[in-house]
């Protein structure tokens, strides 16, 4: 498996182009993304989304905890996050009081976010940016997720060296992305996705292209051991992954060090 230093869309050949060719993408089947995201996972995006929204509740109730999520796509995980924080409603809790920041850097795809956030009254702040040059002060946040993004950045590593900057002492990072499940479980996953969900893909997108680009980002993102193994060399802790649904999906998650070892 390759062990690029991050996405590289096909005609793309530097982090810049990579970037850009991301971008333009995600604008063109953003309008549809929801329902294939729906339809090609058979629903299960949404109880990935749960689970991992789950594992971060204790920093979500705390209600003057900084929260982004990143390559926040049209909004679900950021939803998700949503759910966990304490409302007005709850008695004797004291409800959120800083909104998610909710950033990306598809246009498209933001606004159809927006449109989600705004329909609920939530309290999330979308912001169009780069994950690799967050609009964000060191050490500002005590929580940072991506669901099904992180995987698309041009630089992997200068991305978590971005979310180690912008990330509080002992605050979290959680990366929830596709993995390659190996034995049999891994042969039929295999096939559905590089043979029927590109299929279905561009039939319901109109555009084939991205739907290509799925199966071959998963491919060649970092496998577990290597992506822990990355982590840790930015200087997190803690690094861990669970698989989900079989190691279809899973969620890797770790801690910035309260102070910096640089022994």
């Not at 329909?119 to 979308?126: Q, R």
């Not at 993004?149 to 605050?171: H, K, S, T």
């Not at 590109?198 to 991205?210: H, N, V, Y």
């Amino acid at each position: 498996m390759s062990t690029s230093p991050g996405a590289r869309p096909e005609g793309a050949l530097d982090e810049q182009s990579s970037s850009a060719a991301v971008q333009a993408m995600f604008d063109s089947i953003a309008p549809r993304y929801d329902l294939l995201n729906h339809v090609l996972s058979c629903n299960v995006d949404r109880y990935w989304w749960w689970r991992a929204s789950r594992t971060f509740r204790h920093i979500l109730v705390q209600p003057h905890s900084r929260v982004l999520d990143i390559c926040c796509g049209t909004g679900d995980m950021t939803m998700a996050l949503l759910r966990r924080r304490p409302t007005p409603a709850e008695p004797g809790v004291e409800p959120a009081v800083e909104p998610i920041l909710a950033a990306d850097l598809s246009h498209q795809m933001l606004l159809r976010g927006a449109r989600k956030f705004a329909a609920h009254h939530a309290n999330v702040l979308p912001i169009e940016a780069d994950a690799l040059r967050l609009p964000f002060a060191d050490n500002s946040l005590d929580l940072i997720t991506s669901a099904f993004g992180f995987r698309n950045i041009a630089n992997y590593r200068a991305g978590l060296e971005e979310f180690f900057r912008v990330l509080a002492p002992g605050g979290e990072l959680g990366i929830l992305d596709f993995s390659e499940p190996t034995g049999l479980t891994g042969k039929l996953y295999a096939f559905y996705f590089r043979r029927i969900l590109p299929a279905i893909g561009a039939r319901l997108s109109g555009t084939g292209s991205a739907y290509q680009y799925l199966p071959s980002s998963v491919h060649k993102f970092p496998p577990p051991v290597q992506m822990l193994e990355l982590m840790r060399s930015v200087g997190f802790m803690t690094a861990a992954w669970t698989p989900y649904t079989f190691g279809i999906a899973g969620l890797y998650r770790a801690l910035k060090p309260f102070q910096r070892d640089y022994s």
